[in-house]
């Protein structure tokens, strides 16, 4: 369990870290977005948009952080997400779901449908809508399996 | 897989969630293994006959796949 009780720690400094890179990238989108008109290069709710992306992001990752903290003072909730983590039925659904690779792969698609908004607002619609469409088969596949077995 | 599992839950007055939380998996997959949806591993299978102090095969009914060999 201690070992656990340092992974969920070095988790928590990843999410400070993205929190920051998270509200450092909303502020930048922020910016343009106020900055940028219609007329100009960049579309006004492209940056919107960006914008809002980043603070869920920002947002999401603090309401894990918070749950990370309160787990671990916890040692019962600790050891109720220990076995939640390594369950083997979950791991299971997850694995026969796409596994890691699709949340990997959805991410970094993301973050290069943020990228390219700066450029081309076809590509980032393109690239949101292929990572939207990743995680919309993966959680219906992890429903599926979750009522088959 | 036939499982006694809900029978001796019963017997020791334990809840699902109790149970899952002892044997260190959850109370889905403690429910999946009772309806037969699901057949725990190996591991699994001892850590929950050693919970109620049995052997593997007085907790779980391998009698189907006796009948295939």
Do not use: W
Request: proline share 1%; aromatic share 12%.
């Amino acid at each position: 369990m201690e070992n656990f009780k340092k992974q969920i720690q070095k988790r928590q400094r990843i999410f400070i870290a993205g929190i920051m890179a998270a509200a450092a990238l909303m502020i930048v989108f922020s910016r343009s977005a106020v900055k940028s008109s219609p007329a100009e290069t960049y579309p006004f709710y492209l940056m919107g948009f960006s914008a809002g992306f980043s603070m869920a992001l920002t947002v999401r990752y603090a309401l894990l952080l918070g749950r990370y903290r309160k787990i671990l003072n916890d040692e019962t909730e600790l050891k109720k997400l220990y076995n939640e983590e390594n369950d083997e039925r979950n791991r299971m659904i997850s694995e026969k779901s796409g596994g890691m690779i699709v949340k990997y792969c959805a991410g970094v698609i993301v973050f290069a449908g943020l990228v390219s908004s700066f450029f081309s607002m076809i590509v980032m619609s393109t690239l949101m809508a292929c990572a939207f469409f990743l995680l919309i088969v993966r959680k219906a596949l992890m429903l599926y399996y979750s009522r088959k077995f | 897989m036939k499982t006694r599992i809900r029978e001796l839950r019963k017997q020791s007055k334990l809840s699902q969630e109790e149970l899952a939380f002892a044997v260190g998996t959850t109370r889905q997959t403690i429910t999946s293994i009772e309806t037969e949806k699901y057949t725990a591993s190996l591991v699994l299978a001892y850590k929950i006959a050693h919970y109620f102090k049995l052997q593997i095969e007085e907790v779980f009914d391998f009698s189907d796949l006796e009948e295939k060999h």
